[in-house]
């Protein structure tokens, strides 16, 4: 089976735009969770979907939204970039939803925010 | 609640054996432990359940004491392959979000 596909793999945005990030879970797999990592803290869960609904959300402001599809695939949208928004998004897909399923990682879009 | 792990860093010789802590100050639902080499996308390695059940690699073991929340991922014999950043992970019985430790760097020399 293919694995987690994320596209783009490296973003380069100025403070104040919005940015688009793409997952592709691996078939079959019905839940997908981001997550961004920042050197300073570490894997920071930000929200988990499953059969397009969203099922938990971390704590981060209202600029980070996301949503799936019925195929499964994930978007997260980020508005109003700020510098502190550079980190490493990675989204992890599992079968089903919640602590019980492993989560199999895609290899992260870097963001730049300049 | 983000869980804490123990230590920050550890050097090994190859051959040598680890454990690494995981711990939480919130019941736990599930456990799960992951390994993140430089570069690369976190790999899983075990989950460890409320109630006892595990799964995970052959060759990774691991425990999870109920009691005092706490998880540990024991690394023997280890190999140059094992090193890397060690990540535990925890769902709490409420369901909610899952939280990552701040990680564990296993670093294995000849």
């Known amino acids: 089976k293919a694995g987690v596909t994320q596209t783009p793999r490296y973003l380069i945005k100025t403070r104040g735009q919005q940015v688009t990030l793409s997952c592709s879970p691996i078939s079959g797999h019905r839940s997908v969770s981001w997550y961004q990592q920042t050197p300073g803290q570490g894997l920071q869960f930000l929200f988990e979907?499953?059969?397009?609904?969203?099922?938990n959300k971390g704590n981060f402001p209202g600029r980070f939204s996301g949503r799936q599809f019925s195929n499964s695939r994930s978007e997260m949208n980020v508005s109003t970039l700020e510098l502190g928004d550079s980190a490493l998004y990675l989204c992890?897909?599992?079968?089903?939803?919640?602590?019980?399923?492993?989560?199999?990682f895609g290899p992260g879009t870097r963001l730049t925010v300049t | 609640q983000q869980p804490v792990q123990s230590p920050q860093a550890v050097i090994l010789r190859e051959g040598e054996d680890a454990v690494i802590n995981c711990s939480s100050s919130?019941?736990?639902?599930?456990v799960h432990w992951y390994r993140q080499k430089h570069g690369e996308a976190p790999v899983f390695l075990m989950i460890?359940?409320?109630?006892?059940e595990q799964k995970g690699h052959d060759k990774i073991s691991a425990s999870f004491n109920e009691k005092k929340q706490q998880s540990s991922l024991y690394l023997t014999a280890s190999q140059l392959s094992y090193s890397g950043t060690y990540f535990c992970?925890?769902?709490?019985?409420?369901?909610?979000?899952?939280?990552f430790g701040t990680g564990t760097s296993l670093t294995v020399i000849p």
């Open positions: 979907y499953f059969s397009e609904t969203q099922r």
């Open positions: 992890a897909s599992s079968l089903g939803a919640g602590g019980r399923y492993e989560q199999y």
């Open positions: 919130k019941a736990l639902y599930s």
């Open positions: 992970g925890t769902e709490q019985n409420t369901g909610n979000q899952f939280y």
């Open positions: 460890l359940l409320k109630g006892g």
